[in-house]
């Protein structure tokens, strides 16, 4: 019986020498998963199907658009300092070397034929603009034309299998829908950002003529400007052109001109190589208490003429200082911008009518309107 046990004994710690050190060598045999001390159990994603997308991305709009969106590198020559010639300038602070200025910004190409818009305050004044497409090639670009009253402009490029963008419908856009932004911010390369319209018909904020922003909270910076407000099927609504900060960056309220306007300047550059707007020759303020008491008129909302240009289109329709306008062509306007964008939109040449309020009754004048004139040039 001792023989047996013992024999029994030596066979069972063999057995679990031989089974502790096979699940140390071999953990796999017997359906362990760590094949180390201390291994850290995780839960790891289920490789996506090939082509999907997951919910809630906007990569097909990205994808979309962003080919479409290139970077805009300008610079200025050095100009000469007036004083290098002066002696005693020379003596007091040496002779003055002038570096040459550059900028950054970003387009949208619009046409296979080589057109893309941008921002005015992006090409002004450059005396050489070169484009880097999101391939990674590279052109001079021509400026075509440009809008200082919009701050939009139209340059060409000579390439080859350019990508378009697609134009949207900015005239469709609600508040709270979401909309992308591209460009190149502070030169680090193409970047998407994403966020909602905050706000339509953004206007009097002092920063183009004919204003009707687009705000949105998606991030735009310096670098973005002339860069591409799209959809979330990646059509174009807006040409990104300002924001308002007061670090320099990102605050989430960012401004876009419409592509409807966009539009309508692209096609004048290209096809009469300016946009000619209306003009009537007045000048407008807005309607208060102390104005509508001073020119006798019983008015509470509209615009008031104050000032009307002798034998101009204004003058030679009848109308007068003091006239309250309340509406251009069947359309209301409440404030200057509303009736500076209706006139601007008429057709010179074309009689229009003007829905005015003189002292206590109302009027209808027949007004037609002339090409507005362009723009003073800033002083260099």
């Not at 040459?100 to 818009?117: A, K, M, N, R, T």
């Not at 390439?159 to 979401?178: A, C, E, K, T, Y």
């Not at 970047?191 to 949105?216: C, D, K, M, P, Y």
């Not at 310096?222 to 407000?229: C, H, M, T, V, Y």
């Amino acid at each position: 019986m001792k023989r047996f046990w013992l024999l029994f004994s030596q066979s069972v710690t063999v057995l679990l020498a031989a089974y502790f050190v096979l699940t140390t060598l071999k953990p796999g045999w017997f359906g362990q998963t760590g094949s180390k001390v201390g291994t850290v159990a995780v839960v790891e994603a289920i490789a996506p199907v090939t082509g999907s997308v997951p919910v809630g991305s906007f990569r097909l709009a990205a994808q979309k658009s962003s080919s479409a969106v290139v970077s805009i590198n300008t610079s200025k020559n050095a100009r000469q300092n007036p004083h290098n010639s002066d002696p005693w300038f020379r003596f007091f602070f040496g002779e003055q070397e002038d570096q040459p200025q550059v900028g950054l910004g970003s387009g949208v190409i619009v046409s296979p034929d080589g057109y893309i818009l941008t921002n005015n305050h992006v090409v002004e004044s450059a005396d050489e603009i070169e484009v880097i497409l999101n391939d990674s090639r590279r052109a001079r670009a021509k400026v075509i034309g440009t809008d200082p009253e919009s701050d939009l402009a139209v340059l060409k490029i000579d390439l080859d299998r350019l990508p378009v963008i697609v134009m949207g419908n900015s005239n469709s856009l609600q508040v709270g829908d979401q909309v992308l932004a591209i460009g190149n911010p502070f030169g680090v390369g193409q970047t998407v950002t994403s966020g909602i319209v905050s706000a339509l018909g953004r206007n009097q904020l002092g920063i183009n003529t004919f204003e009707n922003f687009i705000q949105t909270d998606a991030a735009i910076n310096p670098g973005n400007s002339g860069g591409a407000l799209v959809d979330t099927a990646g059509n174009l609504l807006g040409i990104n052109t300002a924001i308002y900060s007061r670090s320099g960056g990102s605050m989430g309220i960012g401004f876009a001109i419409p592509v409807s306007t966009a539009r309508m300047v692209l096609e004048g550059i290209v096809k009469d190589g300016q946009v000619t707007r209306g003009w009537i020759g007045v000048e407008p303020n807005e309607l208060t208490p102390e104005l509508a008491q001073t020119f006798g008129v019983d008015a509470s909302q509209g615009v008031i003429i104050t000032g009307v240009l002798q034998n101009g289109p204004a003058a030679k329709g009848g109308m007068k200082p003091g006239d309250v306008v309340n509406a251009v062509a069947g359309e209301a306007v409440h404030n200057v911008a509303e009736l500076l964008t209706a006139v601007a939109a008429l057709k010179p040449g074309t009689s229009s009518a003007f829905d005015v309020q003189r002292g206590s009754s109302h009027v209808s004048l027949q007004i037609t309107p002339g090409v507005r004139p362009k723009p003073r040039q800033r002083p260099q």
